[in-house]
């Protein structure tokens, strides 16, 4: 009841039809003065179940006042005829890249070594000047290291685990005494 109420209330009011979309929504506005201030209100009225979903994008954008004029039909043909380009288009790359998997699935060899895949650390390592000589140094100290008394050993790991980030709190924490390392 009510519903019809507003359709007869809408019919005596200053609204004007500005377009209509192709699901046969009807779309709105109306200007009113505020506070001395002109405001246009903007608004759809759905053909049939209220769906959201059912409001194409530029229409979306002109209810928001992203766009001043509301869509023409032109343009929404236009638009619409330019998605079914995009969407043909995504589906022959799709169809394209099947194939190419398919092609390549045949021919190519994969060897497993049976360790996880991922990175070679070791050959992002040598990029580094000093590297290759740190992995000699690295088992020199390997080959020592069962020479070594084990107080040499605790100190080495004692130096390579300090770090210049702030660890610990409680008792030895100081507010403000910390700096980055330079």
């Known amino acids: 009841m009510s519903k019809w109420l507003g359709r007869i209330a ?3 009011s200053s609204r004007s039809m500005v377009g209509k979309d192709k ?3 009807r779309y ?3 200007k009113d003065e505020v506070d001395g201030v002109l405001k246009e209100k903007r608004w759809v009225v759905f053909k049939g179940e209220e769906d959201p979903t059912s409001v194409p994008v530029e ?3 002109w209810l928001n006042g992203q766009r001043k004029k509301a869509p023409t039909t032109e343009e929404m043909i236009e638009l619409e005829a330019k998605r079914e380009r995009v969407r043909q288009n995504v589906a022959l790359l799709k169809k394209e890249e099947e194939e ?3 092609r390549e699935g ?3 060899k994969v060897i497993n070594t049976g360790k996880a895949g991922g990175p070679d650390l070791r ?3 040598r990029q580094f000047p000093g590297s290759s000589e740190g992995d000699e140094h690295k088992e020199e100290t390997n080959e020592m290291d069962e020479v070594r008394p084990h107080k040499e050993k605790e100190a080495e790991k004692e130096k390579l685990s300090e770090s210049t980030e702030p660890t610990g709190s409680g ?3 100081k507010p403000g005494t910390w700096q980055p390392p330079t």
């Open 123 to 125: 050959s992002f390592i």
């Open 106 to 108: 045949t021919t190519r």
């Open 100 to 102: 190419r998997k398919a």
């Open 59 to 61: 229409w979306i954008c």
């Open 28 to 30: 709105f506005t109306r």
């Open 23 to 25: 699901a046969g929504n």
């Open 171 to 173: 008792q030895t924490f």
């Open 10 to 12: 809408g019919l005596f």
